[in-house]
């Protein structure tokens, strides 16, 4: 499991959340912008400041600040893909990926940037620079550079959100392929009723700070919007 709790206050926003999450599958946390989804994931990642947090991924405890325990986010197994891709434009794709399997550390790291590049179908991408890429493609190149980390855990926050729907048609069957074949748990940060159908197997769905729902996509599914299918 992935137990968590976290609270953090700002003056105009307060976030309070205690969940405990399945480690396994994609876990969908929705709601409108604005809500909090951005700021738990940043929380989870070590990117913010909470006023009170825990989190443990596995048995493993990453933060309790009542036991003032805090693994930094450079120590936390992580992989995160954000909105933008954030690529490192001076590098070509295969030395981007390079850079996050350095950060790996580990033996497996190859094998892990390998996988990861099949997957996701960049081969014929690697000499390229970021600035001869699609959208999709850099998003593509960026979600295998968070793989080839080796992560124990995978925050994507709305990946989609910067592309246009045919760019978004052309990645997802890509996430979904992750989520057959990747042992990898994935919180996955999506506005997106129609992501969060094709993606999700657990779901929370946030309001002004709180989770106001959360379970099993098949019993929860009836709370998400309408919107368009891609």
Not at 52 to 67: F, I, T
Not at 212 to 226: C, M, V
Request: glycine share 6%; aromatic share 6%.
């Amino acid at each position: 499991m992935i137990k968590l709790a976290y609270k953090l206050r700002r003056s105009d926003f307060e976030l309070n959340v205690n969940e405990q999450l399945p480690a396994t599958g994609v876990t969908a946390i929705y709601g409108h912008s604005g809500c909090g989804k951005s700021s738990l994931l940043r929380c989870i990642a070590g990117l913010e400041s909470p006023n009170s947090a825990y989190l443990q991924v596995n048995g493993e405890v990453w933060e309790d600040s009542e036991k003032q325990i805090y693994l930094p986010t450079h120590k936390r197994p992580i992989g995160y893909v954000f909105q933008e891709a954030s690529l490192f434009e001076h590098l070509s794709v295969i030395k981007n990926l390079n850079f996050g399997a350095t950060r790996c550390g580990k033996p497996q790291a190859q094998k892990a940037l390998d996988q990861a590049v099949e997957l996701l179908g960049i081969e014929g991408l690697l000499n390229r620079m970021p600035d001869s890429l699609s959208g999709g493609e850099k998003q593509r190149v960026a979600i295998a550079r968070a793989l080839a980390v080796c992560p124990e855990l995978l925050l994507m926050d709305e990946p989609l959100a910067s592309l246009d729907i045919r760019r978004k048609r052309e990645i997802l069957p890509f996430l979904e392929r992750l989520h057959r074949e990747l042992d990898i748990p994935v919180l996955y940060v999506s506005h997106s009723p129609a992501e969060v159908r094709r993606l999700a197997d657990y779901l929370v769905i946030m309001d002004e700070g709180k989770v106001i729902a959360s379970g099993d996509i098949k019993t929860t599914q009836h709370h998400l919007l309408e919107d368009e299918g891609y």
